[in-house]
């Protein structure tokens, strides 16, 4: 069965800089635009970073552009990255990778019928 796992989520105090990475099972992310997305607690989910099928375009939420890296493996055509740096509080949630055939906007309603991970948890300390 197809479905995309995400891993990297940690503690992590404020400052750090961890790595995610969203595996792809049972298929590979070639030709696919390529979704992060975070949802904190009681928000809704936004999309921090996506990436158009030909890499072409990134696209990245202004509170995130400059600290995070949305990128796909040069060796696994299956896995995908987002590096991020200089971490916040207000980075903290679960992030979740998502890929669509298309990229058209990195918002929820444009990847609403994609293939979703099931998260993984970012928490920022101070």
């Known amino acids: 069965q197809a479905q995309l796992v995400e891993s990297g989520g940690a503690l992590v105090r404020s400052g750090g800089s961890p790595r995610l990475s969203c595996e792809a099972v049972?298929?590979?992310?070639?030709?696919?635009?390529i979704g992060w997305f975070r949802q904190a607690p009681g928000d809704e989910r936004e999309g921090v970073s996506c990436?158009?099928?030909?890499?072409?375009?990134?696209?990245y939420a202004d509170s995130v552009k400059g600290r995070y890296t949305i990128s796909r493996s040069k060796t696994n055509n299956n896995i995908a990255y987002l590096p991020m740096n200089e971490l916040k509080l207000e980075d903290t949630g679960t992030y979740y990778c998502?890929?669509?055939?298309?990229?058209?906007?990195?918002?929820?309603?444009?990847?609403?019928?994609?293939?979703w991970g099931r998260g993984t948890q970012v928490t920022v300390s101070p």
């Open positions: 998502v890929t669509e055939l298309y990229l058209a906007s990195c918002t929820s309603h444009d990847f609403r019928l994609g293939t």
């Open positions: 049972g298929f590979t992310l070639d030709r696919l635009a």
């Open positions: 990436i158009s099928s030909r890499d072409s375009t990134t696209l």
